[in-house]
């Protein structure tokens, strides 16, 4: 069975980074598309990066520059770097995988997709927590 499974949030000041890691295991790594993705307290979930099995990434406008999506694909493990963060980059983290070619989320537009992004499964989710 496919499993996700983040680490790595925590509790840190405005500016200061983060590292997030998805440890992925059920499914063949690399087949399509990994993304993540976050939700804010009363807000929307919303796209944060996405990366396609050739390793072209995108990002939400809102975190270009700070956030940068990568994958180990001989670790079956997708990670988010991020740097510079700010008080409302505060969420609930999740990691997900599309494994259907072409994807929606590595391709699509964002603004299109449902709620679920066009994913096909999903981690349980890494708080982030940016004091200012």
């Known amino acids: 069975q496919v499993e996700l499974v983040e680490s790595g949030g925590g509790s840190v000041q405005s500016g200061g980074s983060l590292r997030l890691s998805c440890a992925a295991s059920?499914?063949?790594?690399?087949?399509?598309?990994m993304g993540w993705l976050r939700q804010a307290p009363g807000k929307e979930r919303e796209g944060v990066a996405g990366?396609?099995?050739?390793?072209?990434?995108r990002y939400a406008d809102s975190v270009k520059g700070r956030f940068m999506i990568s994958q180990d694909s001989a670790k079956n493990t997708l990670y988010l770097q991020m740097n510079s963060l700010k008080p409302e980059d505060t969420a609930m983290y999740y990691c997900?995988?599309?494994?259907?070619?072409?994807?929606?989320?590595?391709?699509?537009?964002?603004?299109?997709?449902?709620?679920?992004?066009?994913?096909?499964?999903w981690g349980k989710g890494a708080l982030v927590t940016v004091s200012s």
């Open positions: 997900a995988a599309e494994l259907g070619y072409p994807s929606s989320f590595c391709s699509g537009s964002w603004s299109e997709l449902g709620y679920d992004y066009g994913m096909d499964y």
């Open positions: 990366i396609d099995r050739d390793g072209v990434a």
């Open positions: 059920g499914f063949t790594y690399g087949t399509s598309c």
